[in-house]
């Protein structure tokens, strides 16, 4: 995508008609996020924040605290926050921390308890995919995944008991504008 001309312009056009596409349907548009975070690569960012208007949605910024993230955080560290430099001098939004990437696929009410319990300083997004049931599409997408374990965690009282006593409201993206 950034040293073959022909692939970084297709890819130009594809996320160009992305947006428009979007923009179409009338919807509000609430964040951006690339499949696999692939937002951190230099050319698709870029095309991003060409095609994104400030005000007009969030960006997910994937940065999990390194006592969280792992060697693969560690080492994508430098490549977030030139991402979030970019963001901010193009004047877009973001999230401050994403918790749960690390985790994938495995938060259940537990792990979301123990989130809470050290929450970083601004703006936290929780990583999770939740899902009632499991079907045989999903178990095939997301193998190792406990979806309806991470549903239960979101619709757990414990957890909505302790965020009314950390005094958090969640939000979403929207909020961040």
């Not at 049931?133 to 406990?146: E, H, L, Q």
């Amino acid at each position: 995508w950034f040293f073959h001309g022909p692939t970084r312009r297709a890819l130009k056009r594809e996320i160009a008609a992305q947006f428009a596409a979007f923009r179409a349907t009338g919807l509000t548009l609430d964040h951006v996020d690339v499949h696999n975070h692939m937002h951190l690569h230099p050319s698709v960012l870029s095309e991003i924040i060409a095609n994104l208007r400030p005000g007009e949605a969030a960006v997910r910024l994937p940065r999990e605290p390194l006592a969280l993230a792992g060697v693969a955080g560690v080492l994508l560290a430098p490549w977030i926050g030139l991402m979030a430099a970019r963001l901010a001098r193009a004047g877009l939004v973001h999230n401050d921390w994403l918790l749960g990437i690390r985790d994938s696929g495995r938060v259940d009410e537990a792990c979301l308890l123990g989130y809470l319990e050290r929450l970083p300083a601004g703006r936290v997004e929780i990583h999770l995919h939740p899902a009632v049931t499991r079907d045989a599409t999903v178990a095939a997408a997301m193998p190792g995944y406990f979806n309806e374990a991470e549903c239960a965690a979101l619709q757990s009282p414990a957890v909505a008991a302790r965020l009314r006593a950390l005094g958090i409201e969640p939000g979403g993206f929207m909020d961040l504008q």
